[in-house]
């Protein structure tokens, strides 16, 4: 009985990251705590047992990516990282680093092009790129440290080759240690120009 238990509750947790992926993918959502309460609700399986990680979610999405339109998939992606390349070479001063959906290929037509760039004050950052004439605006981002503090960080948001950058300023010796990942609960993963012009050439 247990065991059959056991195959419904993953059978239910299958399904919620299966319909969580479907709501990031066509509807733009960008939480997966949101997107997976939206799917159980839909689902009318809100027991917390029912309700994937977002490790889970993330599998999902990358699932349905290659199911629905791989080839436009990959060539979507090609675009994002060829802007995320030019873009790291407008700011090539504070040492930009990929991260994101972009890096990891679960990006969708929603996503925008995640950077995290290193200076000693995010002014510096925004001097950077209004001096290039680019119209831009400026955000906050709450980031957890490997020590489990939140911080927040500031940002800023262009477009650049069709693309939205999001380029999100840390301290200069913030580059030895990423913040945590809000999907896995481990450091970001991040590449640098080099590593983003290899992923191209494997795309």
Known sequence: MAKKRNNESERARHVVAQEAAR???????????????????????????????????????????????????????????TAALSAMELLGDFTPRLVGPVLV????????????????????????????????????RRLKSRRGQTEMYAGFEFNHQNEMIQATVFPVDGIRQAPMSPIDGKPMKRLDANGVQELLQHV
């Open 23 to 81: 709501i990031i993918v066509t509807q733009g959502v960008r939480d997966y705590r949101v997107a997976k309460q939206k799917a159980a609700e839909r689902l009318g399986l809100n027991g917390r047992g029912s309700l994937p990680g977002n490790t889970e979610i993330e599998a999902a999405v990358a699932d349905h990516l290659q199911i629905f339109g791989r080839e436009e998939h990959q060539d979507l992606l090609r675009l994002m990282r």
């Open 105 to 140: 290929g679960t990006a969708d037509e929603n996503s925008a092009v995640n950077l995290h760039v290193f200076a000693d004050s995010p002014e510096m950052v925004a001097m950077e790129i209004g001096d290039m004439g680019i119209r831009f605006r400026s955000y906050e």
